[in-house]
Nanobody, 124 residues
Framework: QLVESGGGLVQAGDSLRLSCAASGRNFSNYGMGWFRQAPGKEREFVARITRNSGTYYEDSVKGRFTISRDNAKNMVYLQMNSLKPEDTAVYYC????????????????????WGQGTLVTVSS
């Protein structure tokens, strides 16, 4: 089970940190990702962290967002800085049994477990 938290209403330029709490065993073996779905759009990849803490980002968030994990706490985080109105979306945490890098890491179908999402709204 994955439970996201930390969303909210912020102004452009502000920061937010999203958290994802994972339950179950062997969390450290999973690759973890963040996706988002803006109103009227399809869900898209945001960031991924492998079991060895390798990180990958969608181009529009590179340099602004940072994904991290704390295996001792079964937690994944998404630090979002310099937020823009176009970052407004429901953000989802996802877990993949494929813990290492693989070519299609940005595809939804490669993730096995999903949270319910947390809404981030960025006003201009």
């Amino acid at each position: 089970q994955l439970v996201e938290s930390g969303g909210g209403l912020v102004q452009a330029g502000d920061s937010l940190r999203l958290s994802c709490a994972a339950s179950g065993r062997n969390f450290s073996n999973y690759g973890m990702g963040w996706f988002r779905q803006a109103p009227g759009k399809e869900r898209e990849f945001v960031a991924r962290i492998t079991r060895n803490s390798g990180t990958y980002y969608e181009d529009s968030v590179k340099g602004r967002f940072t994904i991290s994990r704390d295996n001792a706490k079964n937690m994944v985080y998404l630090q979002m800085n310099s937020l823009k109105p176009e970052d407004t979306a429901v953000y989802y945490c996802a877990a993949s049994v494929m813990g290492s890098w693989f070519p299609e890491y940005n595809l939804e179908r490669k993730y096995n477990y999903w949270g319910q999402g947390t809404l981030v709204t960025v006003s201009s």
